[in-house]
């Protein structure tokens, strides 16, 4: 299968802090893509790095890409309840994003 | 600009059946993928479309077929349907071209009994 994996499966943590998913991937990307995903409905779009860059910011979200490793990770700091949810890191190569096995995020109040 | 629009939004349907979903990519996209998400196997991809031709397909039985019409708009087919094939269906549609984020529609729970 050419799924990735992420890690942790799930993630338990107080508003506030911070949390770290890493993801996996098998072949050669055009760009890695995270999305986020309330549950049993659609993806939402987080944020995309392409395979020539190593760090991206948008907001509370920052990404790292390490192309060697085939890895990256998915910083989500000053967590709040409203960020519970599944994240998903995606990989894209001709046009077919490729989904890993998602971690499950949980923020307490 | 109105999202991406699947429906029905849940189907019921008894093993042995076939289904026909669809999907309203927003105005303007014309690839649209088709993904099939199931507690156990996560999210597999399906098929992508293109200006109304296949151009990538997933590891899935021929039960599973899809098309795309010059509207962009896009369905999808299973026949004689499992047990197995219950699963949420989610539609995705982008610009199309590497790089474009896709934009995901709510999805369609189907349930076959």
């Known amino acids: 299968s050419q799924q990735g994996e992420e890690d942790p499966q799930a993630l338990s943590i107080q508003e506030g802090e911070n949390a770290t998913m890493n993801c996996s991937y098998k072949t050669s990307i055009n760009n890695l893509q995270w999305y986020r995903q309330n549950s049993g409905r659609g993806l939402v779009h987080l944020i995309l790095?392409?395979?020539?860059?190593r760090e991206k910011h948008s907001g509370r979200l920052r990404v790292t890409l390490d192309t060697s490793k085939k890895s990256s990770s998915l910083l989500i700091t000053a967590s709040r309840a409203a960020d519970t949810a599944s994240y998903f890191c995606?990989?894209?190569?001709?046009?077919?994003?490729?989904f890993g096995t998602g971690t499950r995020l949980q923020v307490f109040p | 600009k109105a999202g991406v629009t699947q429906t029905p939004r849940y189907l019921i349907k008894t093993r042995g059946q076939q289904v026909t979903l669809s999907c309203s990519p927003i105005?303007?996209?014309?690839?649209v993928s088709w993904y099939q998400q199931t507690p156990g196997q996560g999210l597999q991809f399906l098929f992508e479309?293109?200006?109304?031709?296949?151009?990538n397909k997933g590891n899935f039985p021929g039960r599973f077929s899809g098309r795309q019409f010059s509207n962009s708009r896009s369905e999808m087919n299973v026949s004689t349907l499992e047990l197995g094939d219950s699963a949420l269906y989610l539609c995705?549609?982008?610009?199309?071209?590497?790089?474009?984020?896709?934009?995901f529609g709510q999805g369609t729970r189907l349930t076959v009994v």
């Open positions: 105005s303007g996209h014309r690839s």
């Open positions: 790095i392409r395979s020539n860059e």
């Open positions: 995606a990989t894209e190569n001709t046009d077919k994003l490729i």
């Open positions: 995705a549609s982008s610009r199309g071209g590497s790089g474009p984020e896709a934009f």
């Open positions: 479309y293109f200006s109304e031709t296949q151009r």
